[in-house]
């Protein structure tokens, strides 16, 4: 089945204690990306990825590391988490990503406490 | 810069009842795509339908139709028939075009609907 993944759904932790959100997809996409949703906010972009190697910061990318170092794989890493950074977070893929109109593909999300 | 406003934080519809929600953007770039998630309490990001600037005709996907009216720069998604599995969040998203020819998913705040029996 073609699908995002991502781990872990649901995640409690404290100030400043590093951790990765992984994210795989099956669908041999080239564009990733990962956005944070806030009440009221939308969906907010925080970095993507054409390809392998390849990463640009969104929106909001502060606090926030990513690596593509295999094109399914594209990890979030926040270093030292702050209660600003409890959010649910998207990952999303799409075939392309340049000027193109396929849709993303999202997982089903990570819902982080940072306390 | 480019932005998308959907000014219905909330609606209500009866069951089996037809409901627009809307969304205007702004954007200065001759070509875009529009976009409509559903996302329901369960969380995921459902993709419901596109409209592209060019386009002649509005797009349809079953009950879902994008009344898209570019002049006043807006796409609202008409649901037909409203189903109690209908009631969700939805976000109205833009591609916007990058630097280097990339793009990326702009969305606005979403209204919740709710599908009463």
């Known amino acids: 089945e073609a699908q995002v993944t991502q781990n872990p759904r649901y995640l409690i932790t404290v100030t400043g204690k590093k951790l990765t959100v992984t994210c795989s997809q099956n669908m041999n996409h080239e564009y990733m990306s990962w956005y944070r949703q806030d009440p009221g906010l939308g969906l907010r972009q925080i970095y993507y990825s054409m390809n392998v190697e390849v990463t640009d910061k969104g929106d909001v990318p502060e606090g926030y590391k990513v690596s593509r170092k295999e094109k399914r794989n594209f990890p979030l890493i926040l270093e030292s988490p702050s209660p600003n950074q409890t959010s649910l977070y998207f990952c999303?893929?799409?075939?392309?990503?340049?000027?193109?109109?396929?849709?993303?593909?999202f997982g089903n999300g990570t819902r982080l406490t940072v306390t | 810069a480019q932005k998308i406003t959907q000014t219905q934080p909330g609606m209500f519809v009866q069951e089996k009842e037809a409901v627009t929600l809307d969304c205007t953007y702004d954007t200065s770039d001759p070509s875009y795509g529009l976009f409509w998630y559903k996302q329901p309490s369960s969380g995921e990001m459902i993709f419901l339908i596109y409209?592209?600037?060019?386009?002649?005709q509005n797009a349809t996907e079953g009950r879902y139709s994008l009344n898209f009216q570019k002049a006043r720069k807006s796409a609202n998604l008409v649901i037909s028939a409203s189903q109690l599995g209908d009631s969700a969040m939805y976000f109205c998203?833009?591609?916007?075009?990058?630097?280097?020819?990339?793009?990326?998913?702009?969305f606005g705040a979403g209204t919740r609907l709710a599908v009463h029996p």
């Open positions: 409209q592209g600037s060019y386009d002649q």
């Open positions: 998203a833009m591609r916007e075009l990058l630097s280097g020819g990339y793009n990326k998913l702009i």
């Open positions: 999303a893929s799409s075939l392309r990503g340049q000027g193109d109109n396929s849709p993303l593909h």
